[in-house]
C-alpha cells in the first residue's frame, strides 16, 4: 500500500534535522518529493546525498509552509500526499495503518 504515497518533504535551512526525516521515510518508501524554500544551508545537497529524485526549490520572498506543501503537490502521481516537516519522522508501520482506516472508514 506504500506506493499509493508520495511524501512531500518541506524545509529551510534544515539541515541539522533532514538526515533524521529522509532516513524514517526511506524506511518504508523511496517516493519523496523534497521542497526546499530557498535555504542558505546544505538542505538540498543532503536530499541528493540520499538520493531523492524530486528536489523542487521555492524562492518566492513571499515563501511560506503552504506554498512549499502546494508546489510540491503539484508533482505527485500517487493517490495519497503525506506531507512532513523537514523536522518530522515517521514510524514505519503509521503509513500501512493509516492507509487501512482510510479504506476501512466510509466516512473519510
Not at 524514517?24 to 523534497?34: E, G, M
Not at 544551508?41 to 526549490?57: G, P
Request: net charge positive; proline share 1%; with cysteine.
Amino acid at each position: 500500500m506504500i506506493c499509493e504515497v508520495t511524501f512531500v518533504i518541506i524545509g529551510r535551512n534544515e539541515s541539522q534535522h533532514l538526515p533524521r526525516t529522509f532516513r524514517s521515510v526511506l524506511k518504508v518508501t523511496n517516493n519523496i518529493i523534497f521542497v526546499d524554500s530557498n535555504s542558505s544551508d546544505n538542505s538540498v545537497q543532503i536530499a541528493k546525498d540520499f538520493n531523492i529524485k524530486t528536489i523542487l526549490r521555492v524562492t518566492s520572498s513571499y515563501g511560506t509552509a503552504a506554498l512549499s506543501r502546494s508546489v510540491g503537490a503539484t508533482h505527485v502521481s500517487t493517490k495519497y500526499i503525506h506531507f512532513l516537516d523537514g523536522d518530522e519522522t515517521i514510524e514505519k508501520d503509521w503509513v500501512d495503518k493509516a492507509l487501512l482506516k482510510i479504506k476501512s472508514d466510509k466516512n473519510i
